[in-house]
């Protein structure tokens, strides 16, 4: 062996522990709670964090959007162009952009250094539940009490096809990791997989707990949860299978987050509760009560930030918080 190829095999091994530890992803079972963010009036119905880890975002049911600065808990600008509860909101992969969908039946396109919206996109028949982008960041998918999913160009606005099989509001809509799949489900109780290309109804899958809420595929793209009024649904999406159900008697899952590393995935629940569990089993590792006394609410967002090191929730009692795992 040279000495060239000998001191290359050593440099390998010795960066292959600190590469490791690059990859690894905390686990925090405990959370403590920042002070609550306060200025909706009306309640939370989805957040999101953004990558600079400086702004957050907030949609509610009074008809506006929230950027938060983080570090102070303050509103730093507030987006009103929705005639209607602004239900889901969704950041552009290059974190630039925001998608919004209303009750007023339209999905509206802003500019989040300026705040300008700059584009409305009309189509849906019905109130809009829920946009998400793309993971190349050019086309989205929206879900609408019209029963349809619908496929948007972002650069045009245009509706490129609209999806049918639903017979209930589409309540949640996400992309596979990859683009190719789509996963809807409602409150017609079904679970259904899209080819993104086609629009072809691939399959479906009753949801097991009622009514469905929320959805969430996991960052390898081989599994998938659906959460429901008293289950969740857990997919095999590579075997297109069910493979598991998890009972919630009388708790709703609003939302479902998974971590980083796909091994735990984060719930908001009906019951004032955040939840995180292990993916693998379902076991329940973690329940923290989100709101106390007069504050107490349905929380219907639970997102993960900053590889899974805090928690961001939104709850009915329209208050935002911030949660930083402890030790």
């Not at 939370?44 to 950027?67: M, N, Q, Y």
């Not at 109130?127 to 982008?133: G, L, M, T």
């Not at 899952?253 to 091994?263: A, F, I, P, V």
Request: proline fraction near 2%.
């Amino acid at each position: 062996m040279t000495q060239i190829s000998f001191l290359l095999r050593l440099g390998i091994l010795l960066l292959l522990p600190l590469f490791s530890a690059c990859q690894s992803v905390p686990v925090y079972l405990t959370w403590e709670k920042g002070p609550d963010w306060t200025g909706h009036t009306d309640r939370i119905s989805e957040v999101l964090l953004h990558p600079d880890g400086k702004r957050a975002f907030t949609a509610s049911w009074d008809g506006t959007i929230r950027v938060w600065d983080r570090a102070l808990g303050e509103t730093v600008a507030i987006w009103k162009e929705h005639e209607n509860r602004v239900m889901g909101i969704s950041l552009s992969p290059d974190g630039k952009q925001l998608l919004s969908a209303s009750w007023d039946k339209t999905i509206r396109l802003w500019e989040i250094s300026s705040g300008k919206m700059i584009a409305t996109w009309t189509g849906h028949d019905d109130f809009v539940w829920c946009v998400e982008w793309s993971p190349d960041g050019k086309h989205a998918i929206s879900g609408s009490s019209d029963h349809t999913v619908r496929l948007w160009e972002i650069s045009s606005g245009k509706c490129l096809s609209t999806w049918k099989g639903h017979t209930g509001v589409v309540r949640s809509a996400v992309f596979s990791p990859d683009g190719t799949y789509v996963l809807s489900n409602g409150y017609d109780e079904t679970i259904r997989m899209w080819n993104t290309f086609t629009g072809e109804n691939i399959s479906t899958w009753k949801s097991n707990g009622g009514r469905a809420f929320s959805l969430a595929w996991s960052p390898d793209g081989t599994e998938a949860l659906s959460g429901a009024w008293h289950a969740i649904t857990v997919i095999d999406t590579t075997q297109k299978k069910v493979s598991a159900n998890w009972k919630k008697e009388g708790n709703t899952t609003w939302s479902l987050c998974y971590s980083l590393d796909g091994k735990r995935v984060l719930l908001g629940n009906s019951d004032n509760t955040f939840q995180i569990r292990e993916t693998e089993t379902g076991k329940i590792l973690a329940t923290i009560e989100a709101g106390a006394g007069k504050n107490k609410g349905k929380v219907y967002s639970a997102i993960f930030g900053e590889r899974d090191s805090v928690i961001l929730t939104g709850n009915t009692d329209r208050t935002v918080r911030l949660w930083r795992g402890t030790e």
